[in-house]
């Protein structure tokens, strides 16, 4: 199984120097530490890594400390040996991530998947942020018949060892890496869809998000939610095309004292396509909650 090598795709990896490996738990980790302030965890989505950060990293550093890690299998930190990622198991996996590198978030930002990460290492006491910002996230099942054959779906393609193979050389094709993302409703810049084709086009990176999709278990954190006590902001775009807005909305409504905030005219990449404005709603959510 072919996977992304730091000296060829990490060459001219975004935040570069900001980049370190660190051994935790069951993986070797690629991980990107800077910044000044608060500390500040940040968890990308399925399919992504550390490098969907880039645009938005410089805004957020002048503010905060920065830890992002590339989650298991995902970009080039390893996979885990038996190929499952539940969603407990990657959260599991994060924490001891943070164990090692001895930081306590003050605060987290999710991106879709990420943000059910955040919220399920809170519920488990993982951490104990002061908020959690999910942005686009991904948090509860799909509706109707869709919350039971997506993951059906994804688990039988996970589970055919040719699958990975065969979706990383059709990722070889232009075309087949640009409509992926236009689904997303978001436009993003000719560097940040080179980074994603790039790491599309090995299959162990391929493999670690066919694995999330089909052990990623949200109707056990959608039944959880209400416990939740950590303060949460939800950041909407209202262009999503992979999570439709009124179903982050709907977390609101669980979630005791959750706040929305719209980010108009953006899609599911929206701190790709417009970071200047994803980051003044990060810092706008995070200075209330602390009272500027």
């Known amino acids: 199984m072919s996977r992304p090598d730091w000296q060829r795709e990490g060459r001219s990896w975004p935040n570069r120097e900001a980049s370190t490996f660190v051994r935790a738990g069951?993986?070797?980790?690629?991980v990107q530490r800077?910044?000044?302030?608060?500390?500040?965890?940040?968890?990308?989505?399925?399919?992504?890594?550390?490098?969907?950060?880039?645009?938005?990293?410089?805004?957020?550093?002048?503010?905060?400390?920065?830890l992002a890690p590339d989650l298991p299998g995902h970009?080039?930190?390893?996979?885990?040996?038996?190929?499952i990622l539940s969603l407990p198991y990657v959260s599991r996996a994060v924490a001891d991530l943070l164990r090692e590198e001895d930081f306590a978030p003050h605060y987290v930002l999710?991106?879709?998947?990420?943000?059910?990460?955040?919220?399920?290492?809170?519920l488990d006491g993982l951490i104990a942020p002061e908020r959690i910002v999910a942005l686009a996230g991904a948090i509860l099942p799909m509706g109707g018949a869709a919350r039971h054959l997506f993951p059906a779906a994804a688990k039988l393609l996970f589970l055919n060892p040719l699958v990975p193979s065969l979706m990383a050389w059709r990722a070889r094709s232009t075309g087949a890496v640009d409509r992926m993302l236009a689904q997303t409703g978001s436009r993003i810049d000719a560097r940040q869809r080179d980074l994603y084709a790039s790491l599309f086009r090995?299959?162990?990176?391929?493999?670690?998000a066919l694995a999330l999709m089909a052990n990623w278990d949200l109707e056990a954190l959608?039944?959880?939610?209400?416990?939740?006590?950590?303060?949460?902001?939800?950041?909407?775009?209202?262009?999503d095309g992979f999570v439709p807005p009124a179903q982050q909305r709907e977390v609101a409504k669980v979630v005791e004292g959750a706040e929305v905030r719209a980010l108009p005219g953006l899609g599911h990449l929206a701190h790709e396509?417009?970071?200047?404005?994803?980051?003044?709603?990060?810092?706008?959510?995070?200075?209330?909650?602390?009272?500027?």
């Open 273 to 292: 396509e417009d970071a200047e404005a994803v980051a003044r709603a990060i810092e706008g959510a995070v200075a209330d909650a602390i009272g500027e």
């Open 75 to 83: 970009g080039f930190t390893s996979p885990r040996a038996s190929g």
């Open 26 to 30: 069951s993986h070797r980790w690629h």
């Open 222 to 239: 959608a039944r959880d939610l209400p416990q939740l006590e950590t303060p949460l902001t939800l950041l909407v775009p209202e262009g």
């Open 202 to 208: 090995h299959s162990s990176h391929v493999d670690a």
């Open 34 to 66: 800077g910044g000044s302030g608060p500390n500040m965890l940040l968890l990308h989505g399925t399919g992504a890594a550390t490098h969907s950060w880039g645009p938005i990293w410089p805004l957020l550093a002048e503010r905060f400390t920065l």
């Open 110 to 122: 999710g991106h879709s998947a990420g943000a059910a990460i955040a919220l399920r290492m809170a």
